[in-house]
C-alpha cells in the first residue's frame, strides 16, 4: 500500500526523555559519558552502523488508546514505524505543518474507520547530540528526512477495518495525502514486537517549563553563532524527546 523500496531493516530502537537537556546532563557526567563509550563499543559488534540512521525527534500523539495496550510478545497487538523521507522539492517546515495539520487531522477524523489502536509522528528535529551520535558511528546526514509514523495494530484490527463500509476509500484518501509529501523510493516499512530493556515513567519533577524570552534570544544568538561557525544551529526542542535509529 506504501509502495516502499528503501532498505530492509532489522528492527529499531527508541529512547524517550522529558527534555533533551536530560540527555546532555547525563553525557557530561563522568558516568554517562564511560556509558556512553561503552555503548558504542558494544555496538560494534553487533549493528552496522554505517548503514544505520539515527536522529532526534518530537513526539506528537495523533490517536492512542487509553488502556496501555502494547506490543509485547504476549499482546495481540504488534508495532508498525514507516520512515519515508519528503519529496525533495518540499520545504521542511511546511512539510511537518502539513504531515501534523492536515495528515494528523485526517486520521483523527476517520478514527473510526482505522485498524491504528495508536498514531504517533515523530517529527525530526536536529541537535547537536544528533549530529554527535551519527558522527560517532560513522552514520550520514540525511537531508530529507522527516521524521517516522509509528502504530500499534493487530490482525484483528485490520479485519473489522476491512468490513466498515467506505473503509477502502477513506483509507485510498490517507494513502493519496502521503503520496504528496512522502517519497515511497527512499521510504522502509517496519512491523514487529517490542522489548522494553527500561520503563520509567518519562515525566518527573521538576517538569520541565516554557523558556523566557530572554532565555529565548540567548539560545537564539547562540544558534547564530553555532551556525556560522559549523553550518548547522544544534536546533533542540523542548517537548518529549524520542532518540530513535535503525
Not at 483523527?108 to 560517532?136: G, M, P, V
Request: glycine share 8%; charged share 30%.
Amino acid at each position: 500500500g506504501f509502495g516502499v523500496t528503501g532498505e530492509p531493516y532489522d528492527g529499531l530502537a527508541t529512547s524517550y526523555w522529558a527534555d533533551i537537556s536530560d540527555l546532555e546532563a547525563a553525557l557530561d557526567s563522568r558516568q554517562g559519558a564511560l556509558a556512553y563509550q561503552a555503548i558504542l563499543e558494544d555496538e560494534e559488534n553487533f549493528i552496522d552502523t554505517r548503514r544505520s540512521y539515527l536522529s532526534f525527534g518530537m513526539v506528537h500523539p495523533i490517536a492512542r488508546d487509553r488502556s496501555g495496550i502494547g506490543a509485547r510478545k504476549r499482546d495481540k497487538y504488534f508495532r508498525g514505524a514507516y520512515f519515508p523521507e519528503k519529496l525533495p522539492q518540499l520545504d521542511m517546515t511546511e512539510m511537518q505543518r502539513h504531515w501534523i495539520a492536515v495528515h494528523g487531522g485526517m486520521s483523527q477524523e476517520f478514527t473510526a474507520w482505522s485498524s491504528n489502536k495508536q498514531y504517533l509522528q515523530i517529527h525530526c528535529r536536529e541537535t547537536e547530540l544528533s549530529e554527535r551520535f551519527r558522527r560517532d558511528r560513522e552514520m550520514k546526514f540525511r537531508p530529507h528526512y522527516f521524521g517516522h509514523a509509528d502504530v500499534l495494530t493487530s490482525s484483528e484490527e485490520i479485519r473489522l477495518r476491512g468490513s466498515l463500509p467506505d473503509a477502502d476509500e477513506i483509507g485510498q484518501w490517507s494513502l493519496d495525502d502521503i503520496d504528496s509529501f512522502a517519497d515511497p523510493a527512499t521510504g522502509w516499512f517496519i512491523i514487529g514486537k517490542e522489548y522494553s530493556v527500561i520503563d520509567r515513567a518519562i515525566y518527573q519533577e521538576p517538569i520541565p517549563i516554557p523558556r523566557t524570552n530572554k532565555q529565548l534570544k540567548r539560545i537564539a544568538k547562540a544558534r547564530a553563532k553555532r551556525l556560522r561557525k559549523t553550518g548547522s544551529d544544534g536546533y533542540g526542542p523542548r517537548s518529549i524527546e524520542e532518540c530513535v535509529w535503525l
